[in-house]
């Protein structure tokens, strides 16, 4: 039975969908003001292992993660640029597919853009302002009243008077009360034509906590199985969430809420002003172009980082550090030797009656425990390489496979250089030798062997080593090559 840990509850429980087995999962996106961030490459990863593990384990999974592309943030850059906000937008929401891609992220069942759902936003804070759960200011706004929410403060865990510790009520604020939180935003005078949308409320736009309430109620309907997102999250956003569409609608908005952990940079926040902000283009591959949403990606680094971040808990704090990079990196390649020295290749399901598959499914059933899930996997390794069992490494790829790792051909992977080795982080002193050139000279080399000239083989042989590059002579005569 699989268990997950629920914020709401602060305990883990056992998880039964609410229609039989078909699992509703929502879970907050991106807002595409910008190229994807380090973090965001953990709430990606981890929702979506979530999201494989409840198909391997025989579910219809609805998962759906939206998409913010109205915002302030948005707009602000929208005006920087000159650039419509549909410009803007498209082109960080291409990027943002792009780094998905290169993490091997599953396409949701569904991707709402908030743009798309405003008149449902609409017409739950009319359902808000008739149950008295909403007010109009005389500036133009509507306002969620958090005190005539009996539930509010109940995903933090923390009364209104804690909540409320800290709050000053600016002098100009239209707000009653200072955690009432903005549901419609009137158009101001310098706000461009298209973040306006013309309502009962007048020209405005929406809020940002409400799109989610529409797009989740719209689409998945109430109450749902699970909703997720990042740490940040669980206040201000999840907390209005619950009570605009708890408040709209009445029952529970979802039944399990969770959220990954934290990741930190050097054991610190990631923070622009600090100088320690990443983003997954910068950590996985070499920008084209600052105007250009495409890169050129690097499958074994990308990898790497998808092995990174599963290799940790997801409820977790996690430090992002250039020797814990190279760590994982050497980690990995160490599952992908194995199966490089036995020479497996194809795709096969997993034989869930052995003890290694029984004991990752239960470690994967505990609340999605991929630490413990690795060992199972390093322990395949290690059969594989003492006793060139292919069984073995037949488990060892299905099983990875389903948490979307050793999905590549290993001479492929092998072939490609990484930064995560001996070089510093984020620069271009990476070998840099290329797979041409190292082929090249390893058919010099057979050429000189089959001359009997050994002296000239081995200068070659020496050469690569130099580089990186470790040869295996095969009994056949063929010659593997790797990236060490």
Known sequence: MLQIYNTLTR?????????YNVVNMYVCGMTVYDYCHLGH????????????????IGFDVKYVRNITDIDDKIINKSLMEHKSIKEITDFYISAMHMDEDA?????????????????????????????????????????FSTKSFSGYGKLSGMNLTELRSGNRIPVAS?????LDFVLWKASKQDDPNDSRWMSCYGPGRPGWHIECSAMSSSILGNPIDIHGGGPDLVFPHHENE??????????????????????????????????????????????????????QVNRREAEMLRFFIIRSHYRSKQNYTFENLVDAQNSLDRLYLALFNIGLKGEFKVDWRDD????????????FNTPEAMVILFDLASKVNKNKCIYSAKQLKSLAGTLGLLSQDPAVYFSES???????????????????????????????????????????????????????????????????
């Not at 709430?43 to 198909?55: C, E, K």
């Not at 239209?174 to 200072?178: A, H, L």
């Not at 408040?247 to 923070?271: I, R, T, Y």
């Open 356 to 367: 290694a598959s029984v004991a990752f499914k239960s470690t994967m059933n505990d609340d």
């Open 11 to 19: 305990t883990k429980s056992d998880f039964k969908p609410i229609n």
């Open 242 to 295: 619950i009570a605009q569409t708890e408040g709209a609608f009445g029952g529970n908005l979802a039944n399990f809420w969770m959220h990954c952990g934290p990741l930190m940079v050097d054991d610190s926040k990631m923070s622009k002003s600090l100088g320690n902000y990443y983003t997954i283009r910068q950590a996985i591959g070499k920008e084209s172009s600052p105007n250009d949403f495409r890169y």
């Open 418 to 484: 990484t930064r995560y080795k001996t070089s510093m982080i984020y620069n271009d002193s990476s070998d840099t030798i290329s797979k041409e050139d190292i082929e090249g000279l390893i058919y010099k080399r057979s050429i000189f062997k089959k001359n009997n000239n050994y002296i000239e083989a081995d200068k070659i042989r020496t050469m690569l080593k130099d580089h990186n590059i470790e040869l295996e002579d095969k009994i056949d005569g063929t010659t593997n090559w790797r990236r060490v």
């Open 103 to 143: 993490l091997s992220i599953e396409a949701p069942y569904k991707e709402p853009r908030a743009t798309g759902y405003v008149d449902e936003m609409v017409n739950i804070i009319k359902l808000l302002e008739n149950k008295d759960l909403a007010y109009r200011t005389p500036d133009g706004d509507v306002n």
């Open 41 to 56: 490459a953990r709430i990606m990863v981890v929702f979506d292992i979530v999201q494989r593990w409840l198909r391997h």
């Open 174 to 178: 239209s707000k009653i009360d200072p």
